[in-house]
């Protein structure tokens, strides 16, 4: 990878409202596993980019004006790099984020934040269409349990999984917080 960008994506306090989301979320940790790629993209220089969910729909933990749409402490330090805000589970779609990868030479993204089956995986799906080299950190993007149509639950681990499976090899490489964090010391994925 040469200079790849860390995107994070709606890492806002509204996450913790578990119950809106589905309940029960997998990869508890992935705020650490965040914090750790923030701090390591930090201290190599490397370009990071936030995305922050500002959602149109009035129920929602992620509406502005409302604590929910907050992003978490940890990322607000980071808060001086660009941040992109979205109405739509996409980060590239009516935002600037696609032109300023593009203006900065950036053809390498790593993917992590939430939710995966949502807007981690659109994102991840628009990139690798695209033309950039997609990762997405498994440990450090998270779901919650899904109600089906036929009204049958998928644990969030069920669908973290599938969301990643959908991911892999076709749109994005799909690796944990420790291999990149190898690799970003290292050079060697």
């Not at 029960?24 to 790629?37: S, Y």
């Not at 980060?91 to 032109?99: I, N, Y």
């Not at 939430?114 to 990762?135: I, K, P, Q």
Request: contains cysteine; negative net charge.
């Amino acid at each position: 990878m040469k200079n790849p960008a860390l995107i994070v994506i709606d890492v806002q306090k509204g996450i913790d409202e578990t119950n809106h989301w589905g309940g029960n979320r997998n990869n508890t940790n992935a705020e650490q596993n965040i914090a750790l790629l923030l701090e390591s993209w930090k201290k190599k220089n490397l370009p990071i980019f936030i995305v922050q969910h500002c959602s149109i729909f009035p129920s929602s933990p992620f509406r502005p004006g409302y604590p929910g749409n907050d992003l978490k402490e940890f990322v607000k330090p980071f808060v001086s790099e660009k941040v992109f805000q979205k109405s739509t589970t996409n980060a590239f779609v009516e935002t600037d984020l696609q032109q300023t990868l593009h203006n900065n030479n950036i053809s390498e993204l790593v993917i992590v934040g939430f939710v995966t089956n949502n807007s981690v995986e659109a994102t991840a799906r628009m990139a690798g269409d695209l033309g950039f080299v997609t990762t997405v950190v498994s440990d450090a993007t998270a779901a919650f349990d899904k109600t089906g149509i036929d009204g049958t639950t998928y644990s969030s681990e069920l669908v973290h999984s599938l969301s990643l499976s959908h991911l892999k090899d076709e749109y994005a490489s799909i690796y944990t917080t420790d291999e990149v964090l190898n690799y970003i010391s290292t050079n060697s994925l």
